[in-house]
DNA sequence: ATTTCAGGTGGTACTTTATGTCAACTGGTT
DNA sequence: AACCAGTTGACATAAAGTACCACCTGAAAT
């Protein structure tokens, strides 16, 4: 069970390190390591959150490099920032189609993979006269902890 | 036409002091023009674009004022904080069912009113353990400015 | 294997966005 | 008009993100 989270996780730093490559990017050691915490993570973590876990690996690591990687990985289509209603951004490797659930309570956010809310297709002539590219659902609620203790934690 | 406008935003106005009392606020004068402006605006400001249209108005306001005071109006349900990739948390004073588009170029919020994207249900039990409340949907795509240009401006 | 250099990184400084603290003030009630 | 719980202003600090520039390195060419 774990083997095979491992298995998966690093069957998906393959193809980012794969979709880094076919975009011209040099594969640094920064990258490399930030890859591998994308692809092993299901958690969205923050930018801090990445330099926290990774700054004591990589030696010399610098925060500016984990959020200038991050930013580029973003503009190169191989991970994107998710929605939410928080006043950070949060990370997610997996480009394919599913949701968000934002907990109310601690911020912790989980994937939801539920085709059946998957929308049928984007507004096309809005008022606003905004072309529209692509769309994602947040959900909110509440975590299994916080359903628990009605108290505050931190994410 | 834009006396209508100005009487939509009143009524509107009217209706969230009547919450504001129906939650035992006191209407103090930093409420009411946060909640004036909030009823007048429809571009989902920051804290900081309030704090700024206001603090020439409001002799002292201060910027602490204006970010508690949105916490609270949040806190009761008379407003909301959108969810976007930004870092940075947008507020809405409309909370009817409605959806958001977001510019992927400049950060600009408009409105969408279309039913035809509202969720027939939300998940029941999904595996991560949450239990929901409520959703947004948050498209994104590009707003008239910057689809006529193809460089960056500030929202 | 060595050289080369465009692209990438580290470190520092700085800005923007948000929160914590506490004495002083005020809206609404008596 | 007096009271006081709730609210505010000012200052300090934290958290999140950006700008700058000298130096370093991945990977391509030789």
New interface residues.
Partial sequence: MNSDLKQASSEKFRRLEAGCRASGLSLTHQRRALLHCLAQRSDHPTADQLYDELKSDVGGLSRTTVYRILDTFVRVGLV??????Q???RFDADMGRHHH????QCGKV?????SD?N?RG??EN???????????????????LC?KIGKENES
Same sequence: chains 1, 2.
């Fill in positions: 994107s920032k998710i929605s939410s209603p006043a950070k951004a659930i934002v907990c109310e989980a994937d939801l993979f539920d809310f929308l984007l507004p809005n008022s606003s006269g905004f072309t529209v590219h692509n769309y994602e659902i947040t959900f909110n609620g509440l975590c299994p359903q």
